[in-house]
């Protein structure tokens, strides 16, 4: 029996994206991978839009079936842009891109009508979401991070003026029952240095958490009803450990016992650091996914000189 041809389009060179992908994808979903392993009881639950326990086994085949088939007119849409992309791709010589890429398209229950990655090579995109070049770049900025040599992701990240902590740092104990993970950036795994004033200053890293432990059907539709952002202060301690800097005198156990800066009150030197390109600053890779859209995509920055960098760490035809 003759093997079936996938439909597919040439992004970069040697590698294509695969819209023929519902098998892959379904495959992707049930595999119990590092962001699945570290959900939080309130987020699988969110998940499944239920008050009551989730399991990671049954949170996993429900994402699975959320699979479903990309339409002939979808795929022409999307061969339209990946060609698009591609001519803005091949300008650039530091992109690490794997042979293959699957674009799943799901019904969206199974992240809360996002778009997001799994795996090194899947990107799974949701019916409700219209398809966009812009989203797609942004995608793609994801899958070629994780395929890329740790010390060159580092380099990126430091454009934007983060710093790697040699090994990612657990999510603080204090809020696990509250956390609230993201596909596309696992790790909590660098930070800001920020000067306060001439003697002071303070290192942060952003975190994801919830409202509350516990997902109530009737507050909200979604995981992202719930979503709070903080920045957390962090230090060494005398193990020369990176830990979170706790308040004085507090329960090292409590919620309230962290040093944590809500977005509205970051310092200036802050968004001197990052720029202003994006008010996506979730993690240090969305602030980096969403200038690399920018680059490909030709928006127009208002921090001209980080798309300027980041083209240059990529290298950047002449």
Known sequence: MEKQTLRQAKLFYNSFIILDSKEEGTKILLTKDEYLSGLSDFERSAKLQTSRPVSSEELMEFQAKQV????????????NIIEELRTEFEKYEALTIPEQ???????GKDEGEAAYCRGMNG????????????????????????????EKRDEIYSIFGFHSFGTPIDYPHQLLEYKISNPDAVNISHYLPIDLNATDSINITPIMYSKSKIFNPSFGQTFFNYLELGFLIV???????????????SDENDFNSLELIPPQELPFQFWEKIGTNTNYIHHNEEITAENFMMMIVKDEPRTPKLIENLAKALKKKD
Do not use: C, G
């Open 68 to 79: 479903i088939e990309w339409n002939e007119k979808e795929k022409e849409n999307w061969e």
């Open 101 to 107: 890429i699957f674009l799943v398209k799901t019904t």
């Open 123 to 150: 990107i799974f995109y949701p019916q409700s979401m219209d398809i966009k070049k812009s989203t797609l770049a942004h995608e793609l900025w994801h899958i070629i991070s994780r395929n890329m040599p740790t």
């Open 235 to 249: 230090h060494k301690n005398d193990k020369n450990e990176w830990v979170p800097k706790l308040k004085p005198n």
